[in-house]
């Protein structure tokens, strides 16, 4: 069994462009989450999709957006980079929500994205 | 808001040693606990987990008590060896969505 998988491993983009991060949740999974771990930090909560839709968001700007497949996969895109957005993106996945409460999620290896 | 506090690492033992990291939290409702562990250069892997007042998680040699009269679950461990040089991190979950504190570097010496 597959855990959760992301792509690609590492990336190297310049201030000002835009990245897009991919996600395989763990079979069986319904909900992808997003994470940012900053260098020597815990990871921050970015947001959560559930059934293709955004269904809770943490203090992220409107830059950070994602999108959720009708197989579950999710991306998240990172509009005009900054350089403070250089950190590890992870990934998580966990049950449909309703079925489990307050559930553990599973993390992919992440995205090491370094701004240039 | 909901947030978790854990002791400031590095923490730096012998092989064998005893091992207490501290953590501990403040939620609404009724949350989830967790440590995860990130090992060099890897994502995160769950070690355990409490989901109510007074469980015991535990996995590996590793275990904490979920303690609801003083919000707290300590990481402990009887007998470290130097595979568990690693980054601990205790976490919560309330409405699917994790809270992560800072997390603890651990340096085990053979």
């Known amino acids: 069994d597959a855990g959760v998988t992301q792509s690609p491993t590492h990336l190297i983009k310049t201030r000002g462009q835009q990245v897009t991060l991919r996600c395989s949740p763990k079979?069986?999974?319904?909900?992808v989450s997003w994470y940012q771990q900053a260098l020597g930090q815990g990871p921050q909560f970015i947001f959560q999709?559930?059934?293709?839709?955004?269904?809770q968001r943490g203090n992220f700007p409107d830059r950070f957006s994602g999108h959720q497949f009708p197989n579950y996969s999710s991306e998240l895109n990172v509009n005009a980079l900054l350089l403070g957005d250089s950190a590890l993106y992870l990934c998580?996945?966990?049950?449909?929500?309703?079925?489990?409460?307050?559930?553990?999620?599973?993390f992919g290896q992440g995205t090491r994205l370094t701004v240039v | 808001g909901d947030s978790v506090t854990q002791m400031e690492g590095p923490v730096t033992l012998s092989e064998e040693a005893f091992l207490t990291i501290n953590c501990t939290y403040t939620?609404?409702?009724?949350?989830?606990l967790f440590w995860y562990v990130q090992y060099p250069g890897e994502g995160l892997q769950l070690l355990l987990k409490?989901?109510?007042?007074?469980d015991k998680g535990s996995n590996k040699g590793f275990e904490a008590t979920y303690r609801k009269e003083t919000t707290s679950f300590h990481l402990e461990k009887g007998s470290v060896q130097v595979s568990d040089s690693a980054v601990y991190f205790c976490?919560?979950?309330?409405?699917?969505?994790?809270?992560f504190g800072k997390g603890t570097r651990l340096h085990i010496l053979p």
């Open positions: 409490a989901t109510k007042a007074d």
């Open positions: 998580a996945s966990s049950p449909v929500p309703g079925q489990w409460t307050n559930t553990e999620a599973f």
């Open positions: 079979s069986g999974h319904d909900t």
């Open positions: 999709y559930y059934e293709e839709e955004e269904r």
């Open positions: 976490a919560l979950s309330v409405a699917d969505k994790i809270i």
């Open positions: 939620a609404t409702g009724y949350p989830s």
